[in-house]
Nanobody, 116 residues
Framework: QVQLVESGGGLVQAGGSLRLSCAASGSTFSTKTIAWYRQAAGKQRALVAV???????TYADSVKGRFAISRDNAKNTAYLQMNSLKPEDTAVYYC??????????WGQGTQVTVSS
């Protein structure tokens, strides 16, 4: 069973940057689609970005041009580079892996707080 551990969250001022990491256990990371979601207080969890096993990426409109998802299969790690952060980006950020059998595994989340 794959396990995911997010890290890199914290408190940052508006306009700043953070890079989140999602480290995966197991030997099949390269075959997984990895997605980042976020959940702000009182709101539903929302998709932020996705990267497929082939490296294709998609983004929510709210983060296009500011966030970049990437992966390093040699390190079993995916990343979310977040630039030009805004207070409305404040949320708990989760990564999720999806196998070719459509089995989802979630990480525990990491808090990102953007102050104005």
């Amino acid at each position: 069973q794959v396990q995911l551990v997010e890290s890199g969250g914290g408190l940052v001022q508006a306009g700043g940057s953070l890079r989140l990491s999602c480290a995966a256990s197991g030997s099949t990371f390269s075959t997984k689609t990895i997605a980042w979601y976020r959940q702000a207080a009182g709101k539903q969890r929302a998709l932020v970005a996705v990267i497929t096993s082939g490296g294709r990426t998609t983004y929510a409109d709210s983060v296009k041009g500011r966030f970049a998802i990437s992966r390093d299969n040699a390190k079993n790690t995916a990343y979310l580079q977040m630039n030009s952060l805004k207070p409305e980006d404040t949320a708990v950020y989760y990564c999720k892996s999806t196998s070719y059998l459509m089995v989802d595994v979630w990480g525990q989340g990491t808090q990102v707080t953007v102050s104005s």
